[in-house]
């Protein structure tokens, strides 16, 4: 049974009292005891005297500082072994991104208390510090039933609430205020983030949201010894170097690239599984650990049509980046071949203009609000994807270099958008496409964090791979991917890999499938530590599909209610999975909660 921190402490407090009573009440027992330990014991008469001088002590070993990435501003800070602060609660969520977000809420709708932590100055991952706020859903999003918990079905609707309030909206226009076609809802990372937290601000106590400390960066996970179970984690504060230890029951793993995993020693695995290891139809034949999906630098945009315009500075290394061929409006597409997209035109095969592919907010949508005088668009394209190289498990000199990098590629697209790119009518550039850094609220107008396709992946009891999902020939009749006995939820999006250097770009159709319970249980190490994001038991393919905005919230939702339901059953998650009343009440409170986990009556 694990004893929860505080208990921990009363404890050890008791022990040391009844020490300090039973000297009081037998000084001399003490005393003798004392003496029968320092004092010397007399020499045997034929053994030589020994040296009367002192036996050197051996130095103290003083713990280092550690460094780490402070990713949002691109710089090293060190972390010192010493904590300034110790808090305590029942789970601490690491990770402030959507999967991060939506384990908190669970957990603190449940009155358990919980410390969430995030690296960046912003909650919401995705949708806000990436700056991909048109989320990547799929048809039955909008359905009811249909996919996406309620929870995060809620979120949705909070958003097109508060542009349904603005001023000049023309009716209907809330719903997708941006009119993009690659999504059924958009809107601005603030508005996204305005939403979440008036969410987990109503959940503030002490018997639920503790705290929420931003600009805190992981250093280290610690677990006791000769036990593996998680004890606590220390976080420094990358403005002023504190740092903040936390002990919980369990730690929930919500970053962007998996390192509380890692740093927890729970085993992991990143990049592409060979054929045979899962014979899974589109794996390569052989391993590619090095095949870690493109991430992408995200930048947003207005139009400007009147000068004076401002040219983004051309990059150093520009000429090699746009000898790669990336720089392009054309995408090359598995069933149809290449797309020649027109930046404001319909191009045959295509799903709309690439100016409206992620269009945040239309100003078409509005009637004489001067906030939205023009549109605001989100440029992420293969043209900002990086693929030369990945910061994952990479020195923290690497990694810095790697996403500066990254970032001047994606500079050099918007150069090459504002002086190279075919115009519809004839000629090349669009000047009139100017940086909008105030929508993103950073120095550079780039997103504060990358968009991250792919993190470690646990290994985990049950490994989620294509065949689970993907259609099959000999079975053209079904209409799902397989249905565990320990489903936990549902989801669907296609295969979507953006590849990595060398690699052949994938999108290939899934059937709509489900999530087991047995992917968010490790093999080994720490039982008390559980994925809460994109890094949860799954092949890289089948990932592909998962890494989207509504699965990447499920599976923070499930590892809440798996974390808050193993703290008040005073069991184990494996014991959860491999006994069948606690699967079937589980599988219950999270129907309870609003999470889907049967297809039955959303599909026909």
Known sequence: MIRPPERRLATALTCFCLLLVGRAAHPESFRDRRLRVTAPRAAPEAQPRRSQGRVPLRPRRIPEAQPVLDIEKLRVVDASPFPNDIPTCDVLVVGGGLGGVAATEALARQQ????????????????????????????????????????????????????????????????????????????????WEQAIWERLNALRSAAGLRDVLLRNQLVSVKRFPRRDQYHYADFVNLDTGRVTRVA???????????????????????????????????????????????????????WQPDPPYSIVEKPEEYDCFRSLGEYTLAYDYADRGRVDYKMFARAPGAGGPFW??????????????????????????RGNDFREENPIAKPLAEQIRILQRAKAFAQGFLYWLQTECPRDEGGAGYPEIQMAPDVLDSEDGFAIHPYIRESRRLLAEFTLTENHMAPDPNQPQRKTGEKFFDRVGIAHYAIDIHPAQGEPPLLSPTLPYYLPLGSFIARGGAFNVLPAAKNFGATRLALSSARVH?????????????????????????TVRTTPDLLAAFQAQLQEAGIPIDWEGIIK
């Open 112 to 191: 358990l208390s919980v410390i969430l932590v995030e690296p960046t100055s912003r909650l919401g991952g995705q949708l806000t510090a990436q700056g991909v706020a048109v989320p990547d859903e799929n048809r039955t999003i909008e359905m009811t039933p249909g996919t996406g918990t309620r929870a995060y079905r809620a979120l949705r609707e909070a958003v097109r609430a508060w542009y349904r309030a603005l001023p000049g909206i023309k009716p209907g226009r809330e719903r997708n205020v941006g009119q993009c076609w690659v999504s059924r809802i958009s809107g601005e990372p603030s508005v």
């Open 356 to 381: 409206t592919y992620r269009r945040l907010v239309a100003a078409v949508s509005f009637r004489d609000n001067p906030r939205y005088r023009s549109d605001i668009v989100l440029i992420n394209w």
């Open 550 to 574: 509504p699965t990447e919230w499920l599976a923070g939702e499930v590892a809440g209610h798996l974390a808050a339901f193993c703290i008040q059953r005073q069991v184990a998650p494996r």
């Open 248 to 302: 919980a029951h369990y730690l929930l793993d919500a970053t962007e690239m998996g390192d509380g995993i890692a740093l927890a020693g729970l085993p992991w695995t990143v990049g592409a599984e060979a054929r045979s290891e899962y014979n899974e139809p589109h794996a390569p034949e052989v391993a590619h650990p090095e095949w870690i999906q493109s991430f992408t630098c995200g930048f947003v945009v207005r």
